[in-house]
């Protein structure tokens, strides 16, 4: 008996060893540094060991959790500067400030090449010179070059070569419209700052139609050299905002004011003076709604042959032509006054109805009192 318990009392001390000798080789860092300390075992395979060991494990000495290493490049997401980029296009050439006052030169297509046919949008004076310089362009059978901003590039040295401009680029050009089947939308009263204006529909037809969306044009000039053109050969001059109208175009809901036209045939170069704030029309053309306010037509010297001058248009050479609820005040004719050749029509709506069926104004009304 005695030799059994005395031999169980050898197996639990050597069980207690082993035991002992385990929690030893799984303990933290710490116990194992004091033991080989103790053993005096400090070489330097040891602290290599050591080393390792720590760089192995994500351990402190006071046995908190280390942060994870951060990988810089996965932190935060990638920029795209191209997105974030507010340059134009071309970084010489800068956005043009349509903010400014017009000048009487620079006109924009931005509206044109960025936007709907079927609702033109005009929102300044800019992209309204833009317009007239387009129907121009039709006319002469042309191209306008333009800027990267879509700003209508000058021919600033006057050479008539365009290719030692600023912004030049053959590539992007545009050709002439006549807008026929398009549909232009005034967003804004525009002032044109006393410029010289371009009538819409100079050395071309407009055959568009033009909604002015009641708002006003006013504050521009009309000069001898601006209404000057060709149209099918023949020498003529159009002294309105418009030009010449034709072909199915609508102008609508639109009042032209503080307009002066200097009237001159150019030392006879011009065969006929055509007078009317919208233009002159041929063939099938409605204009409704329209009003000319404080208009001067100062007349310095009459065409050869005729002068012809009406309230809403000069001429109109189709039975088809509507005009209809157009107003009209403080309408004058200055200068060399004494005589018009040619046959007005009644009470002066039209300058000059040449047609077969005689256009047709209805509603319309010279007004008195100042409607404004």
């Not at 760089?55 to 990638?78: F, I, K, L, S």
């Amino acid at each position: 008996m005695k030799k059994t318990l005395a031999f169980l009392l050898s197996a639990c001390m050597l069980i207690l060893c082993l035991t002992a000798v385990g929690c030893g080789k799984g303990g933290n860092g710490g116990s194992s540094t004091d033991t080989a300390a103790s053993t005096g075992k400090d070489t330097a395979d040891g602290e290599n060991t050591a080393a390792a060991t720590d760089a192995a494990t994500d351990v402190e000495t006071d046995g908190q959790t280390a942060a994870p290493e951060t990988d810089a490049t996965t932190d935060a997401p990638e920029t795209d500067a191209a997105t974030e980029s507010t340059a134009p296009a071309e970084p010489d050439f800068p956005a043009f400030d349509k903010t400014k006052a017009w000048d009487g030169k620079n006109g924009c297509l931005d509206w044109y090449e960025n936007g709907d046919y079927h609702g033109y949008e005009i929102k300044d004076a800019y992209d309204l010179y833009g317009l007239s310089c387009l129907v121009r362009a039709a006319g002469e059978n042309r191209d306008l070059y333009l800027d990267p901003n879509n700003m209508i590039i000058l021919d600033t040295d006057g050479d008539g070569d365009l290719s030692d401009e600023a912004g030049y680029d053959e590539k992007h050009r545009v050709h002439g419209d006549n807008m026929g089947s398009c549909e232009l939308i005034l967003k804004n009263d525009i002032d044109l700052n006393g410029q010289i204006w371009l009538p819409i529909g100079i050395s071309g037809y407009f055959e568009g139609h033009f909604s002015g969306n009641g708002y006003t044009v006013s504050n521009f000039t009309v000069n001898g050299t601006t209404a000057a053109n060709m149209v099918d050969g023949q020498r003529t001059s159009f002294y309105g905002f418009f030009g010449y109208v034709a072909n199915g175009a609508v102008v609508e809901e639109l009042t032209v004011e503080k307009a002066t036209f200097v009237v001159d045939s150019l030392d006879g170069k011009n065969s006929y003076l055509y007078l009317g704030p919208f233009g002159a029309t041929m063939g099938a053309v409605t204009i409704t709604n329209c009003n000319a306010y404080d208009i001067t037509y100062n007349i310095v010297k009459l065409g050869d042959p005729d002068t012809l001058f009406g309230y809403v248009v000069s001429r109109a050479d189709s039975g088809s032509t509507l005009i209809s609820g157009c107003k009209v005040y403080n309408f004058k004719l200055e200068g060399t006054t004494d005589k018009f050749t040619g046959s007005p029509s009644t009470d002066r709506w039209i300058g000059h109805d040449i047609s077969a069926g005689k256009a047709r104004v209805e509603n319309c009304e010279n007004l008195s009192v100042d409607p404004r």
